[in-house]
């Protein structure tokens, strides 16, 4: 039962991050265009197109992506309940659930875009277009550290710095919740 569970668990975390993806995307309003950003746009936009309809965005948080994130959080939860076979299941634990499996994807997505940009930086030297969008995401959070850290001649640890927080985080969220 744990390889059904795992697979489960790994399924909808993938889609949850191309969701949590997209909705990143659009707030920090990355390059469109890049293919990189088009994949993440075709992966999602048959449910999110007609929920748009629906639901308006409040400013650049796109509320349609975020409620569509939230569904597939709650969607998780039931289809694990339901394979081990735990039948009660309440509509606010699944709610309250769901917002903590967002945030903790959330912060996952954010630890892996930082050493995906890390890594692409000793290797592509800026040629690859992901690489663009990477930076889009990202810099908005590296920034501020990176100035006010010391010189280290060339060495940017502002990464390592935002990993460290993340970890931080994503710990005391265990500590208030249990689940990370």
């Excluded at 975390?13 to 909705?23: D, E, K, S, T």
């Excluded at 606010?92 to 940009?117: D, H, N, W």
């Excluded at 692409?120 to 663009?132: K, L």
């Excluded at 993340?166 to 710990?171: N, T, V, Y």
């Amino acid at each position: 039962m744990n390889s059904v569970q795992f697979l489960i668990d790994f399924v909808f975390n993938i889609y949850l991050m191309v969701v949590l993806l997209r909705l990143w995307l659009q707030f920090a309003r990355a390059d469109f265009y890049n293919p990189f950003s088009q994949f993440i746009v075709k992966a999602t936009q048959p449910i999110v197109a007609p929920m748009r309809r629906v639901i308006p965005s409040l400013g650049r948080l796109d509320t349609a992506t975020l409620i569509l994130a939230l569904l597939v959080a709650g969607l998780k939860i039931v289809v694990l309940s339901l394979v081990l076979g735990h039948n009660n299941i309440d509509i606010l634990s699944i709610a309250i659930l769901s917002c903590v499996i967002v945030i903790k994807e959330a912060l996952t997505l954010v630890m892996y875009v930082l050493i995906l940009r890390a890594i692409m930086s000793w290797v592509s030297q800026g040629r690859n277009p992901m690489e663009m969008v990477l930076g889009q995401l990202t810099e908005p959070m590296l920034a501020p550290i990176r100035r006010r850290m010391p010189d280290m001649g060339g060495l940017d640890l502002s990464v390592m710095v935002v990993i460290v927080l993340l970890l931080f985080l994503q710990k005391l969220l265990g500590d208030l919740f249990g689940y990370f």
